[in-house]
């Protein structure tokens, strides 16, 4: 199957990445726990871009972009520096933004995703690193407010900005790209998305092979896959209608779901990018090698080691390895048990229970779900009764165990079974008639009546058994 | 040649407002500058490295250690505009 993009969409996405898994801001010693602070509480001369400060890059920030840009099969370059980037923004108190320019850290590289028509390959532009502005709260909708906070405590934050080719085709895809990138770099552990403002994503968009529109100030993947749908929308409607698509930037409202024209923001030349005077180069390419030693096993291996080793499917390996806590999970328990039960354990069942209730994997113990799993496959209670156990765990609490014996859900044992079907057949001589006369109906009939009998804990399915075997005698 | 409209345009990006009287100024005081910039680039550079910074230093690192932040009241101290510890900003698109 080949996907022919029959709207000639075209999607590239630049994404911010917050590394605030480092200790300290990018140029400066100020903490990087600021999320439940007062406003301008983590600021110093340096992030306050006050005279006669200066900043001094962050070691480990330099280790960190490197990493990423290695996971992101880029190439590194051998020499980096800083450039400023000159607006005048009031989130930016300097006046410029430090950025990087004609030597960003990270050059070409690639992120394979699951595409419209299968695997599909998306190239990287660049990765590069800067500095994260302060953070404006505006006093009603932008477009309409009547005046604006600023909280420089995220000034100075580190920022990775990795730029795409235009290489999606739909939003789907673009949220797919958005998953792995997430997925790739939790297992970096350099940045714990789940913050506010950890990622943040612009697109731009352009359909029909035409000219492209960029949507900024997008704050989530939900909010990302909205913002194209309506810009696509969008784009071919006013074509249709015979209009013409500019060259423009938008803001999505998420309240709202729409994109808003801005103002023409400035032209590349007018940032008036020059070489930042307060920094020295950086020569890192014989750190590259060392930084190489630490990459985790990403992803894409992990899924296929998954299928190799423990001889699973494409989509529970694919299901399992997304978030590096999951396989970490699983890994545990597929120690423990069966590989194959763990996986539809983990992957199908206890992960459905978790997403339902919004919960991660932390939710829930190894042990329990080993636990589970042993109760199951040593047929002591059914599969039914194993969802109930692991319900009840993520509602009220408890053990396996414990809530096997408080609920009565071991499965009753064989005897008593075969008692049951006796007695289900014996007492009804009419419905044994009905069956053996060709009835499909009345077997179910008698096998409602030894679940009755047992009062549910025996398994559906071997009553089932049983009652056909004793009729078939 | 750096016209009127282009020093209008400069001014708005540094968010200056700048009269016809003054743009004429500096159209030419720019200009002059320019001039100047063009005598440099008739010098011969060919095989002469580019410098990046006027030290000849490279990798000047600091540890990713906390220190301390300043206190609000000493952030916020140079300005009458604030609120609830913001800083407050006329309405920004």
Not at chain 1, 329 to 354: C, M, N, R
Not at chain 1, 400 to 418: F, M, R
Not at chain 2, 29 to 54: A, I, M, R
């Amino acid at each position: 199957m080949v996907y022919e993009n029959p709207d000639g969409v075209r999607i590239g996405l630049e994404v911010h990445v917050q590394l605030n898994k480092l200790n300290t801001k990018l140029f400066c010693g100020c903490s990087t726990e600021y999320h439940d602070s007062e406003p301008n509480t983590h600021v110093c001369p340096v992030c306050l871009g006050l005279p006669g400060s200066l900043p001094v890059i962050n070691e480990k920030a330099v280790e960190y972009a490197i990493k990423i840009g290695l996971a992101l099969n880029c190439s590194i370059v051998e020499q980096t520096q800083f450039h400023r980037k000159n607006y005048y923004y009031p989130d930016l108190p300097k006046g410029f933004q430090t950025t990087q320019y004609d030597f960003p850290i990270a050059g070409e590289g690639r992120i394979i995703i699951e595409g419209e028509d299968g695997e599909h390959v998306v190239g990287i532009t660049r990765a590069h690193m800067e500095e994260d502005p302060g953070r404006l709260q505006h006093m009603g909708s932008i477009d309409r407010s009547k005046g604006t906070l600023i909280n420089y405590n995220r000034s100075g934050m580190t920022l990775i900005e990795i730029v795409s080719e235009p290489d999606m085709r739909s939003p789907k895809e673009a949220r797919r790209y958005l998953d792995k990138l997430r997925s790739i770099l939790d297992y970096l552990d350099v940045f714990d998305g789940d913050l506010e403002g950890a990622m943040r994503v612009d697109a731009n968009v352009s359909v029909h092979w035409g000219e492209r529109v960029e949507v900024k100030n997008i704050s989530s993947f939900k909010g990302a896959e909205r913002a194209l749908l309506y810009e696509i929308m969008r784009q071919k409607n006013h074509i249709r209608r015979g209009g013409e698509i500019v060259l423009e930037t938008r803001h999505f409202d998420e309240a709202r779901g729409v994109t808003i024209s801005m103002r023409t923001k400035e032209e590349e030349h007018d940032y008036r990018y020059f070489p930042e005077p307060d920094l020295v180069p950086l020569r890192v390419a014989d750190r590259v090698p060392k930084v190489r030693e630490t990459l985790p096993e990403l992803p894409d291996a992990k899924r296929e080691r998954f299928m190799e080793q423990y001889g699973l499917g494409e989509t529970h390996a694919r299901a399992l390895t997304t978030e590096i806590k999951v396989a970490n999970f699983f890994e545990e328990v597929a120690a423990k048990v069966d590989p194959k039960d763990a996986a539809v354990w983990v992957s199908d069942i206890l992960k459905g229970e978790l997403n339902y209730r919004e919960l991660s994997i932390d939710a829930f113990t190894v042990e329990d779900i080993v636990a589970v799993v042993e109760l199951v496959t040593a047929n002591k209670i059914t599969e039914k009764s194993a969802v109930e156990i692991i319900r009840t765990v993520l509602d009220d609490g408890g053990k396996p165990q414990e809530i096997v014996e408080a609920k009565g859900l071991l499965k009753v044992e064989d005897d008593i079974v075969a008692t049951a079907v006796d007695e289900a057949i014996a007492e009804n001589p009419e419905a044994v008639a009905d069956y053996l006369g060709g009835k499909e109906k009345s077997l179910n009939f008698l096998v409602g009546k030894v679940m009755q009998k047992t009062k549910g804990r025996a398994d559906a399915r071997e009553a089932r058994e049983k009652v056909l075997a004793k009729l078939n005698e | 040649m750096i016209t009127k409209e282009e020093v209008e345009h400069v001014g708005w990006l540094a968010r200056i407002e700048i009269d016809a009287k003054e743009s004429d100024a500096y159209a030419e005081k720019l200009n002059s500058v320019l001039d100047y910039f063009g005598q440099l680039d008739e010098v011969d550079t060919e095989g002469v490295e580019p410098t990046y910074h006027v030290a000849d230093i490279v990798n000047v690192f600091r540890k990713d250690e906390v220190t301390a932040s300043m206190p609000q009241e000493e952030v916020l101290a140079n300005t009458e505009h604030k609120q609830e510890g913001n800083f407050k900003a006329p309405k920004i698109m």
